[in-house]
């Protein structure tokens, strides 16, 4: 079975500053893994997503994420927080050998405070 | 430009009334996918479809029906029987299961209030 943890329902931090949302992952097989964000009374926006190959990716709007396949994780960043990155932050999984649909993860909210 | 297009984005449902929402997309895209979302709880799956004509009931499928007569189309329905209805509902779509490296493309979404 497929399932995704993000341990942190809300994270603050202050303009300027990096900013780490976190992402952990149970999928039988390899995963793909996949972060969006959605803004208030909006669908969710694609960020960046690992399919295989470089464990950090990078993305929109300056974000970057790590693939770590030991600590089965796929933590979201960026070096430098903008008041525009407020937002809800959703991590997802397909499990590539044995999934079919996306599992979502329950969301973090980031508040970026100038 | 491609896309999907959900409607209306705001919908009132009296109690007892069935209420349809809709999603089309531009895509050429072969899955579909409903979603609900309350506050604190992420999204949940009502029902998918990875062809025309057929569908799949997802997580919380009881109250709500869908249909899939076109590629292009994927209604839901929530009917009477759905005692909560009051959410956020987002409609997404996907390139085929042979391509999982692909990610979900989602509408804007529709908020539904019970009154």
């Known amino acids: 079975a497929q399932s995704v943890a993000q341990p942190e329902d809300q994270v603050n931090v202050a303009e300027g500053n990096p900013l780490t949302v976190k992402c952990t992952y149970s999928v039988s097989g390899n995963p793909y893994l996949f972060w969006y964000v959605q803004y208030p009374n909006r669908g969710l926006q694609f960020l960046l997503k690992?399919?295989?190959?470089?464990?950090l990716v990078k993305g929109s709007y300056g974000f970057e994420a790590e693939f770590n396949k030991s600590q089965t994780s796929f933590h979201l960043k960026k070096p430098s927080a903008l008041v525009s990155d407020s937002a809800l932050y959703f991590c997802?999984?397909?499990?590539?050998?044995?999934?079919?649909?996306?599992?979502f993860g329950p969301g973090t909210r980031l508040s970026v405070l100038p | 430009d491609g896309g999907i297009t959900q409607s209306p984005k705001y919908l009132f449902r009296k109690e007892g009334q069935n209420v349809t929402l809709s999603c089309e997309q531009n895509?050429?895209?072969?899955?579909m996918y409903w979603y609900r979302q309350d506050p604190g709880q992420g999204l949940r799956l009502i029902y998918y479809s990875q062809i025309v004509n057929d569908f799949q009931k997802g997580d919380i499928a009881e109250g709500y029906s869908v249909s899939r007569e076109k590629k292009e189309s994927f209604p839901l329905t929530v009917t009477s029987a759905q005692k909560n209805p009051t959410a956020f509902y987002l409609c997404a779509s996907s390139s085929s299961i042979g391509h999982l490296g692909y990610g979900y493309t989602f509408g804007s979404g529709t908020r539904l209030t019970v009154v």
């Open positions: 997802a999984v397909r499990d590539r050998d044995y999934g079919q649909n996306f599992v």
């Open positions: 895509l050429n895209h072969d899955a």
């Open positions: 690992y399919i295989t190959g470089d464990n």
